[in-house]
């Protein structure tokens, strides 16, 4: 069984920085082509960031150029650098596969900006 667990939202004042964690039990990420997806209130998931297997990125212009994803092998994780944030980044966070895959959803983790 599939357990992903995201971490290290949290409030920030904007034009700050926060780094999101992504963890997973019972399953490689390294395997998979992975990716932070956010949902603001009243809004849609969308996918915010993308990493590949082999390491290429890709982002969605709303945070090109602010947001950083990584993955570490070794442990399990893959990595959200959040800079410069915004108010409109607000938003529950999540990571999962890309293409997402339902049972992969976790419970999130909330990134509130604002002064």
């Known amino acids: 069984q599939v357990q992903v667990v995201e971490s290290g939202g949290g409030l920030v004042q904007p034009g700050g920085s926060l780094r999101l964690s992504c963890a997973a039990s019972g399953v490689i990420f390294s395997m998979y082509a992975m990716g932070w997806y956010r949902q603001a209130l009243g809004k849609e998931r969308e996918l915010v960031a993308r990493?590949?297997?082999?390491?290429?990125?890709n982002y969605a212009d709303s945070v090109k150029g602010r947001f950083t994803i990584s993955r570490d092998g070794a442990k399990n994780t893959i990595y959200l650098q959040m800079a410069s944030l915004k108010p409109e980044d607000t938003a529950v966070y999540y990571c999962?596969?890309?293409?997402?895959?339902?049972?992969?959803w976790g419970q999130g983790t909330q990134v509130t900006v604002s002064s």
């Open positions: 990493i590949n297997s082999d390491g290429r990125s």
């Open positions: 999962n596969q890309w293409p997402s895959f339902s049972a992969w």
